[in-house]
């Protein structure tokens, strides 16, 4: 019991001793604080103070389940409390990845992945899925600069990356009468 109030006056010895300006800030930080979230459970997004090899973050609270095992009564039970927690959920900055595109290549004809793309970075990459070798050649209908993809064997792959324009582009492949057999298309870059 001494100990009780030994601590209480302690407390109160030291609550004496704080400046009243000071309890005036300290209750308004935790009025603009509270410490239960928000009815909603969401916040802004906000990014991490240093933005070195950390991803950017969107703080959510979400709700976590936490199980226990207690002794009630000499027997076992299994309490299970649901607690909210922060947590950080990746954002994806638009723009940052560049656009795909996949063609596949078999005797005579493309099978492409999309028929549009988004102006800027680009990786293309062709998966050979005939008999024989295919190359792939892509160039702005209209001229430009024509991106070469060597031959690539039957089922293996190749991929490069470059920048895109808005216009057409055309793709074929430059082996004898493979273009004039079918295997030939064209995608927008929009």
Known sequence: MRRVMCAGAVAAAVVMFIPSNAM??????TAASPITPSADR???ARTPASTGTRAKCEYKWRR???VKRVKRHGKVKRVVRYRWRRVCVPVTVPGADPERIGVKAFEFG????TATLEAGDTI???NNR???PHDLHIQKVG???EVVFPETLPSSY???RFETVPGNYRLWCSLPFHAERGMDATVTVK
């Open 24 to 29: 005036a800030s300290i209750g308004a930080a």
């Open 42 to 44: 969401s916040e802004p």
């Open 64 to 66: 976590m389940k936490v």
């Open 110 to 113: 493309f099978i492409l992945s």
């Open 124 to 126: 293309a990459e062709l």
């Open 130 to 132: 005939g008999e024989d």
């Open 143 to 145: 001229g430009g600069p």
């Open 158 to 160: 190749s991929r490069q």
